[in-house]
């Protein structure tokens, strides 16, 4: 725009001469002429993008028929070139062609492949635009059609629009509330005051709103989140939810993007829209988007495999022109809602070709397009529904091929290409498949493994499609911001192969475990959980693994669309968190080189979230729910690759089932028939699904055949069998014993005749002998009375003599106790002395005369002579001390002229221990020693006869108790010979008791058999003929179960019609691989008892 003083108006004349000099035409400055022109040229071109910035292609030009004469009456300048595609040169003040404003592009292998921008003049025009109408303080809204670059242009100029601008995005779906707008507005503003919202300081905060017309109409026609946005936009704020008080937004501006009304999108309000300057964005053009891909790949091309970079223009030429012939002849359709393409689509092909190994897999022009055909195919193809679209999409591949490349490749070359980074676990390099039978066995080591480590295991069959699915995923997964969208009917494995693929690539796989409370909060503290583990783990990937039974609340797939979209939710952490999100990312934003500022460590947060956190959605498109989702939330299409998954082909049902009819029990026998089995399976499923067709088309009734339908049928098919299997082995085995059993009956009656005329003489003769012998026993025990009566008194005397004899020793054990105190009190005083105690009274050259006493008593008891040499001369011996402790005390006892000798010391009253202490300690002890000595030796002089009398006492007690012995003796023999007798007349008892029931119990058995045979004699025949019929009946049971388990699982839903037509194509089926049925084949006859057939009738139960 013009500088402020250009369009400034003069000041008036001041007076005549002035108004004279006014009135004259002056010729203009040169600068002033330049300036003029500037601001004519600035009108011209602001008149372009105000009054016609949001016409369609289709109106541009007679948009620019009816200004351009107006225009070029104005302004001069004006060229006669589309007006839309020029832009203003200052310097030349005219206008020049964008296109020659466009800055040249350099690939750099380093550039995270989404931060990758190759200008065109229609990038340039844009970044033009909203620079200016940013810093202009306007808002903008951006339209067109789905993948013209909308948001990558904003996107773009967000990421550099500098320091003086804070950055915010938000994306809208069908399910946006007015609550997510507040949300996101008190999340992404700063709070100055409590009334008052705004950018940091120093900036001003953009807020990019993206899908804005998303949002649903409610049910008076109006918009809650358009209205907010009006509001703020209209009055600077907005009313607090909680406490309802005004809250100021100041400093904002927003920039918004969305598509044209329908398919979902709303008409937005013209009250809102009234707010912004509001730009078309055309669709790119073939030559722009060859521009954009041959760029990237060419650069690419050039720094890894600089030969063939020639095939870049021709590869990315025959991929536009592709791109706009499915756009063109594949379009969206209820069935086929997901058919909608945009530039993501070649740009996600493009960046699957950027993955691939330089040295083993891109070796020449064949490689690379090998390579390109495999990356065209997973993009486009993968996502298409049927045979038919994917033959014509193989078709135009050859013939874009063979146009743009001059290369012709047969379909059957490319159709099942595989590339992976599953091969090798060490450098996960991404290379083409080596063979069928390595991928398989790839495949099964990493099932092998998973299951090792994993509580939950799966048993998963790597049939060909699941071969492909897996590969598929497992592609996806590796690349940044790399989600899937996998659809198909229940049980066809999506989450399965999502597993095993997060397995393979080294990453955890999350997902929600759905409760009775399990609500909005719940699933976005999983998804805060899923986001901070991603950071926790320096950006190591993560898949979340999404079905659609798990949407208890529509809002589930508001977040996921976010995240798929900007890889945030708005407002889920709180602002304590939000600094815990900062300090875990502030070492990864470091490390990635980013400024140590918070807006840029929280924005380097969410593109680890974009690019790590894998968001893998498991669909199914049965139902309406699949239809609405896609167009409510169009992040999960445009954000996501797509993979289709088919029903099961036969190949796969009969490699399922043949894994598992051999993992069946071997007692059924399924091993030598389990190809003939496995044919039957699948053709039971396939005849059930074309039969669900027919019975649409006829009763308009829709019913569906899944894979989990197929399992469930196999399930039933081994369950049943063992059931039905053993059952008739048990009828027949209890008609085969019954008839068996009868005839041992007759045999065993005539036996129990012989027997019971045998066993009479034998009882007889057992009374009878068993009489005499209760006599025999009877006189032995009289016997053994007498004998223990005689032993009785033997006893009591050996008890008198036993109790004289202790008491007489306890009483000389009493005197001896009252003696032997003093004696260890002696000894024990004796033990404290030692050769210091010994050697003190020794040195006594004259000792006291207690001492000498003392020692003179002790001389005395060693028989030595009485005097205090030698008493020294005593003392001088080593062994002192010990003679005195092992003196003979007993020896002295009976020497009564040695005692009496001691007397004269003893009976002394100075010889008391306690007067010798006063005199000598060691001597008190020796005199303790004497007295203790004179003690014993009177004790034991004095109980000495009493010991003559225990001895004599003992000697009785002892004769009396031999006695006693040899009574005992005899009467234990007496005693023994009775009970041998007794246990002889018991076993006698026992015998002829034993021999009388025998012969009862023969009798019992007799009249039983007898009656037995009258009642059932004539049903042995019948039971033969029973038998006959349950071996045929065995015979056809593997083929009847397998058709009752296929009657089951799938024949619930049919009329009568439709159900016999399905048996009538299964026993055809079954008699072709020759597995035994029963041609008149009735689920009631195979299934139920007749009893329990009759009893239903009798309860009212219809007869079908």
Same mark, same amino acid.
């Given at each position: ?37 500037? &601001? ?6 602001? &008149? ?35 007006? %839309?595609? !020029? ?11 964008? &296109? ?49 670059? $909308? ?68 049910? %008076? ?13 209209? %009055? ?37 829209? @009234? ?29 890894? $495999? ?17 791109? /706009? ?52 195919? @997973? ?33 059957? =070359?490319? +159709? ?81 192969? #999502? ?127 699949? @239809? ?11 954000? #996501? ?54 019975? /649409?088309?006829?009763?308009?009734? @829709? ?10 049928? !196999? $399930? ?68 053994? $009375? ?63 005369? *207690?001492?000498?006493?003392? *020692? ?20 001088? +011996? ?10 003979? =005390? ?7 002229? *040695? ?7 003893? =009976? ?42 225990? &001895? ?68 042995? =025949? ?18 009847? !179960?397998?058709?009752? #388990? ?54 009212? *139960?219809?007869?079908?």
């Amino acid at each position: 725009f013009p500088p402020p003083d250009v369009l400034k108006p003069q000041d008036p004349p001041q007076d005549n001469k002035d108004k004279e000099a006014a009135g004259k035409a002056q010729p203009p400055a040169k600068a002033d002429k330049k300036e003029l022109a500037l &601001a004519r040229i600035y009108c011209a071109f602001a &008149a372009i993008w105000s009054l016609g910035a949001n016409l369609h292609e289709s109106s541009r030009e007679k948009f620019q028929d009816f200004l351009r004469g107006p225009l070029q009456m104005f302004c001069p300048e004006t060229p006669d070139a589309n007006l %839309y595609s !020029i832009s203003v040169n200052d310097e030349e003040a005219n206008f020049v062609p964008v &296109a020659g404003n466009v800055p040249d592009f350099e690939f750099d292998e380093g550039e995270p492949f989404f931060n990758i921008l190759v200008p065109t003049a229609e990038t340039t025009l844009q970044r033009m635009l909203v620079e200016n109408l940013m810093h202009g303080g306007f808002h903008v809204l951006f339209s067109g059609e789905t993948g013209v670059g $909308k948001s990558v242009g904003i996107q773009q100029f967000l990421n550099t629009a500098g320091e003086s601008f804070a950055v915010a995005s938000a994306n809208f779906s069908a399910q946006t509330s007015s609550a997510n707008v507040v949300d996101f507005l008190e999340n992404r503003l700063e709070r100055k005051r409590k009334n008052l919202l705004g950018a940091p300081p120093g900036t001003r905060m953009l807020l990019f709103i993206d899908d804005l017309n998303m949002p649903m109409l409610e049910k %008076y026609g109006a918009q809650p989140p358009i209205e907010l946005l009006r509001q703020v936009a209209d %009055y600077r704020g907005f009313y607090d939810r909680k406490k309802l008080f005004w809250k100021a937004v100041a400093d904002s501006q927003f920039i918004a993007a969305c598509g044209p009304p329908g398919g979902g999108r709303m008409e937005v309000t013209p009250r809102l829209l @009234r707010h912004f300057n509001m730009i078309w964005m055309t669709s790119l053009p073939q030559e722009t988007m060859n521009r954009i891909l041959s760029s990237i790949l060419q650069g690419w091309l050039a720094l890894k $495999k600089p030969e063939v970079q020639d095939l870049a223009k021709p590869i990315i030429a025959a991929t536009v022109d592709m791109f /706009f012939r499915i756009t063109t002849d594949l379009l969206p359709t209820p069935v086929k809602c997901h058919y909608t393409f945009n530039l993501r689509d070649p740009a996600k092909m493009l960046q699957g070709m950027l993955m691939v190994n330089v040295k083993t897999d891109l070796k020449d022009e064949e490689t690379l397009l090998q390579l390109w055909l495999h990356e065209t195919c @997973r993009q486009f193809r993968d996502r298409l529904i049927n045979i038919e679209d994917r033959t014509w999409f193989n078709e135009k591949l050859v013939e874009r091929m063979k146009e743009h490349l001059d290369s012709s490749w047969p379909i059957s =070359k490319f +159709d099942s290409l595989t590339y992976g980074d599953f091969f090798d676990r060490g450098e996960k390099m991404y290379v083409v498949s080596p063979s069928e039978a390595k991928l398989l066995e790839t495949f099964n080591d990493y099932l092998e493994e998973y299951n090792s480590i994993n509580p939950s295991k799966m048993n998963l069959v790597f049939f060909q499609d699941a071969q492909n699915h897996l590969s598929r995923v497992a592609r996806i997964i590796r690349q940044p911001r790399g989600n899937a969208l996998l659809v198909g009917v229940s049980g066809v494995g999506r989450k399965s192969m #999502a597993r095993m693929a997060a397995h393979m690539a080294g990453f955890n796989c999350s997902s929600i475990e759905i409760t009775r409370l399990y609500g909005t909060n719940e699933f976005r503290e999983d998804i805060k959980t899923m986001m901070m583990s991603v950071i926790q783990n320096e950006g190591k990937g993560l898949v979340f693994l999404f079905s659609d039974t798990q949407i208890v609340k529509e809002s589930f797939l508001e977040d996921i669309n976010n995240v798929l979209n900007t890889g945030e939710v708005p407002n889920l952490f709180a602002p304590d968190e939000v600094e815990q999100v900062i300090n875990l990312t502030r070492p990864l934003a470091k490390a990635a080189g980013k400024v140590e500022a918070r807006d840029a460590i929280w924005q380097h947060f969410v593109q680890l979230i974009r690019e790590c956190l894998h968001i893998v959605l498991a669909f199914s498109p049965i139902g309406e729910g699949f @239809r609405a989702r896609c167009r409510q939330f169009p992040s999960i299409i445009n954000c #996501a690759s797509i993979d289709w998954y088919d029903p099961w082909p036969e190949e796969a049902l009969i490699a399922v089932a043949n894994r598992y009819y051999k993992e069946a029990p071997k007692e059924l026998g399924l091993d030598s028939i389990l190809g003939e089995l496995s044919q039957v399976s699948s053709v039971i499923h396939a005849s059930s699904k074309a039969g669900a067709e027919s019975f /649409f088309e006829n009763l308009r009734r @829709r019913t569906y055949m899944t894979p989990t339908s197929y399992l469930e049928l !196999i $399930k039933l098919l081994t369950e049943l069998l063992g059931f039905k299997k053993g059952d008739l082995s048990t009828k027949l085995s209890r008609y085969k014993i019954g008839a068996q059993r009868l005839d041992e009956t007759k045999t065993v009656v005539d036996k129990l005749k012989v027997d019971l005329t045998r066993m009479q003489p034998v009882i007889e003769q057992g009374k009878k002998d068993t009489a005499e012998l209760i006599v025999q026993v009877d006189k032995e025990e009289a016997i053994a $009375k007498e004998k223990a009566a005689a032993c009785e008194i033997d006893e009591k005397e050996a008890s008198e003599a036993a109790a004289a004899a202790n008491e007489i020793k306890t009483e000389c054990q009493r005197e001896l106790d009252e003696a032997l105190p003093e004696y260890y009190s002696a000894i024990k005083s004796l033990d404290a002395l030692d050769k210091k105690d010994i050697q003190e009274v020794k040195s006594f050259s004259k000792p006291p005369a *207690l001492v000498e006493v003392v *020692l003179n008593a002790v001389c005395l008891l060693q028989g030595k002579k009485e005097s205090w040499d030698e008493a020294k001369k005593l003392m001088n +011996d080593s062994g002192f001390l010990a003679s005195l402790r092992d003196y003979d =005390k007993d020896a002295l006892a009976n020497n009564v002229k *040695l005692t009496g000798k001691l007397q004269k010391y003893v =009976k002394r009253d100075d010889f008391q221990p306690d007067q010798v202490k006063k005199v000598s300690g060691a001597a008190m002890s020796l005199c303790m020693w004497v007295r203790a000595m004179d003690v014993y030796a009177r004790v034991a002089r004095s109980i000495e006869p009493k010991k003559e009398k225990l &001895a004599g006492a003992e000697a009785s007690f002892q004769a009396a108790e031999a006695k006693l012995q040899a009574k005992k003796s005899e009467l234990k023999v007496v005693q023994d010979k009775v009970a041998a007798l007794q246990l002889q007349l018991m076993r006698a008892k026992s015998k002829a008791e034993k021999l009388e029931q025998d012969a009862e119990t023969c009798k019992v058995k007799l009249v039983r058999a007898e009656k037995l045979l009258g009642g059932l004699g004539n049903e042995a =025949k019948s039971w033969d003929k029973k038998s006959s019929e349950l071996e045929k009946n065995l015979q056809f049971v593997v083929g009847n !179960i397998t058709l009752a #388990a296929g009657f089951i699982a799938y024949a619930g839903a049919f009329t009568a019609d439709f159900r016999a037509m399905l048996v009538k194509t299964w026993l055809a089926k079954a008699k072709e691989v020759k597995l035994a049925a029963d041609p008149n084949w009735k689920c009631a006859e195979v299934l139920c008892d007749p009893a329990e057939i009759r009893e239903w009738a009798i309860k009212s *139960l219809p007869s079908d």
